[in-house]
């Protein structure tokens, strides 16, 4: 069926760089298209959505960008800190459907 | 607010045994929801309820069974818990609409099955 997956299983970044996550997903029909953080021991959290009309959403230190052409959603969190040490999950959401979870990918910042 | 509370945190069960995870929210979501995490893996969504009276099956609903007699409460109960159940267990919440985008995840229920 269907499915949301990730690129790379674990990601290493230097605190203060920027970290970009990738994900790929297959449902065209998905509205949305969302990430959530999960820290260790904990549930995931919420970080940013963004329609499927859009390119670009930027937050508070990240930016979610999508490319309906490849089908691929990506995550960029600026001067990564090492309170960002956690796993990132892309998920997505075709109309009144419910989300649906990637695999995840595990951020380490490097102090 | 305390957003969505789950209970137990830990417990261990032997095969076969019953058990009720608990889950409560006070953010008067009509949307609920119950996830699986196995270690490294993403979240497999076994139940989820649209609103007080209504269940429906995810992808993984065997072995379980939900109920949601309230806004305020979904428990979800295993029967004849097996190794296979061994698992985390999620509880969320969400507004409907655009607003079912945003899960407020519970602490999680980590089970063991012996």
């Known amino acids: 069926g269907e499915s949301v997956g990730l690129h790379l299983p674990t990601l290493s970044v230097q605190e203060g760089d920027n970290s970009i996550i990738n994900c790929a997903y297959s449902?065209?029909?998905?509205?949305?298209f969302i990430w959530y953080k999960q820290e260790s021991g904990k549930g995931p959290q919420f970080i940013i959505d963004i329609r499927s009309n859009m390119d670009k959403r930027q937050g508070q230190r990240v930016t979610v960008l999508l490319n309906k052409t490849v089908k691929h959603l990506s995550l960029q969190i600026a001067a990564t800190q090492p309170g960002d040490s956690a796993v990132y999950f892309c998920a997505e959401k075709p109309g009144y459907q419910k989300v649906t979870f990637g695999t995840g990918t595990k951020l380490q910042v490097i102090p | 607010n305390a957003g969505v509370t789950q209970t137990p945190k830990f417990r261990i069960l032997k095969i076969g045994q019953s058990m009720t995870l608990q889950c409560t929210q006070d953010?008067?979501?009509?949307?609920m929801y119950w996830y699986r995490q196995d270690p490294g893996m993403g979240l497999k969504l076994i139940y989820y309820s649209v609103g007080a009276g209504i269940t429906d099956k995810g992808e993984v609903p065997n072995g379980y069974n939900v109920s949601r007699s309230t806004t305020e409460d979904f428990p979800l109960r295993l029967e004849l818990a097996a190794p296979s159940q061994t698992s985390v267990y999620f509880c969320a919440s969400s507004r409907q609409g655009a607003g079912a985008n945003v899960l407020t995840f519970g602490a999680g229920s980590r089970l063991t099955v012996l």
């Open positions: 953010m008067n979501h009509n949307y």
């Open positions: 449902n065209s029909a998905s509205d949305y």
